[in-house]
């Protein structure tokens, strides 16, 4: 199957003014550079870059599970800056508000009125640092944030901009103090990303850059530049849209999610909401690697990070080490595969 020729799309930006038309090659071309751009200061986290992409043009959100220091910040920041979006960080702490994320109503006593004061909510990229660090009313300050892309303040809708993506990161290893999300909350996660340890040559570049001056809180020293923006990736999505599933693919899908409600390690399957949700990261991934129509092997590539949080294990499997990964694993090698 042969790709359609694209189309160039009609873009304004964030203040109504036209701007030039992009294709979606010009568009997939500039995505694909982020990797390069991101590894100015960075290294080693492709795959995480790659998901955070994913996300962008499905519209969803991710969820970063890591050990503290691997880079979760700055590879948000980096990503922010190489896509030319605004972005702001949360510090989820016991104490913190709704409120202290969404805004309030503050009272101007020279007007006497109550005006919005908008929250850090209010940015492209936000990142949720150490989410389960606070507790369930205020983690549930997002699930309007993350479904409807609005905040509701005194009874009012106040739309919040566009591209917008919550980032929030979880220690995978410290659970003394912390509220886990509940699965509801988890289940509007988009991806659930890892992001591991780098390897021994990894590390060493790290150590190599910062004996040379690198300063992760300066990233235009590091020479990360904009390499694409909000047109580029209008022009993604609609791309992603137009990019073709056949009913063998959707049938492969729903399998793999009704597999996973069959497991006997399973208490918790993947819902239709993540049968959608793996659809739609599957489509984005066939159209980055320059594909208008998905195959199954998109599928396998994106089930891993879309499914292992939608899914929960019986305690006697977990007692016996099984993971998350590992049933999924299972179910992809034994789900049929569409020829």
Not at 2 to 29: I, Q, Y
Not at 51 to 80: F, I, M, Q, S
Not at 303 to 320: G, I, K, N, S, Y
Request: glycine share 6%.
């Amino acid at each position: 199957m042969s790709a359609p020729t694209p189309e160039p799309t009609e873009h304004v930006d964030t203040e109504g003014n036209p701007t030039a038309p992009v294709s979606s090659d010009r568009a997939r071309a500039s995505l694909e550079s982020l990797r390069s751009e991101i590894a100015k200061a960075v290294v080693g986290q492709d795959p995480a870059v790659t998901g955070l992409v994913v996300a962008l043009l499905c519209r969803g959100h991710v969820l970063l599970e890591g050990v503290p220091g691997v880079a979760k910040t700055l590879l948000v920041r980096a990503l922010a800056a190489a896509l030319e979006l605004d972005t702001k960080r949360v510090q989820f702490t016991p104490d913190l508000m709704p409120s202290d994320v969404t805004g309030s109503l503050v009272y101007d006593a020279r007007t006497a009125e109550f005006s919005f004061q908008p929250g850090p909510v209010f940015t492209n990229l936000l990142l949720a640092d150490e989410i389960n660090r606070t507790p369930p009313k205020t983690q549930s300050s997002l699930l309007e944030a993350m479904e409807e892309h609005q905040v509701t303040v005194d009874g009012a809708p106040r739309a919040l901009p566009e591209p917008f993506l919550v980032a929030a990161t979880q220690n995978p290893v410290e659970y003394e103090g912390t509220y886990p999300l509940p699965e509801a909350q988890l289940d509007r996660f988009l991806l659930k990303l890892t992001v591991p340890l780098p390897s021994r040559e990894d590390e060493i570049a790290v150590l190599t850059r910062h004996a040379s001056g690198f300063d992760p809180r300066d990233l235009d020293a590091a020479g990360i530049r904009p390499v694409a923006g909000p047109a580029d990736l209008e022009a993604a999505r609609e791309a992603v849209a137009k990019t073709q599933v056949s009913a063998e693919i959707a049938a492969y899908v729903v399998d793999i999610c009704r597999a996973t409600r069959e497991s006997p390690s399973l208490a918790l399957g993947a819902s239709p909401r993540g049968a959608t949700a793996l659809l739609s990261t599957a489509r984005a991934w066939a159209w980055l690697t320059g594909r208008d129509y998905v195959i199954p092997d998109d599928v396998k590539a994106l089930a891993l990070p879309t499914l292992r949080h939608r899914v929960q294990l019986r305690p006697e499997a977990d007692m016996e080490g099984v993971t998350t990964d590992s049933v999924i694993t299972a179910v992809l090698a034994h789900v049929p595969v569409p020829r």
